[in-house]
């Protein structure tokens, strides 16, 4: 089993930055793509970043010139830098992994417990 445990939410002032980190730990084979998600109160959860094993990067459209996703593989941990945050970037973020549990078993999808991010204007 996996834990994903973010860090580094909280309150921030419009045009400010803010870093968070992904860190993965327990018994797992492998952790393959992992990346940021994001949900606001009603609405779905929405993709902000992701980043693949070997490091290629995707982003969505409203933060691609604001946002960085990196990953240390050795670490089994990723971050995502956030910089000029507006009050629309504010939501709870959740850290996602694709991993293999075993090398015989499929991939799954994991989940943290989410950490909240609010922009003041």
């Known amino acids: 089993q996996v834990q994903l445990v973010e860090s580094g939410g909280g309150l921030v002032q419009s045009g400010g930055s803010l870093r968070l980190a992904c860190a993965a730990s327990?018994?797992?084979?492998?952790?393959?793509?992992m990346g940021w998600y994001r949900q606001v109160p009603g609405k779905e959860r929405d993709l902000v970043a992701n980043?693949?094993?070997?490091?290629?990067?995707d982003y969505s459209d409203d933060v691609k010139s604001r946002f960085t996703i990196s990953r240390d593989n050795a670490a089994n941990t990723i971050y995502l830098q956030m910089n000029s945050l507006q009050p629309e970037d504010t939501a709870v973020y959740y850290c996602?992994?694709?991993?293999?549990?075993?090398?015989?078993?499929?991939?799954?999808?994991?989940w943290g417990q989410g950490t909240q991010v609010t922009v003041s204007s």
């Open positions: 996602h992994a694709r991993v293999a549990l075993t090398n015989k078993l499929p991939i799954q999808d994991d």
């Open positions: 980043i693949s094993m070997g490091g290629i990067v």
């Open positions: 327990g018994n797992f084979f492998r952790l393959f793509a």
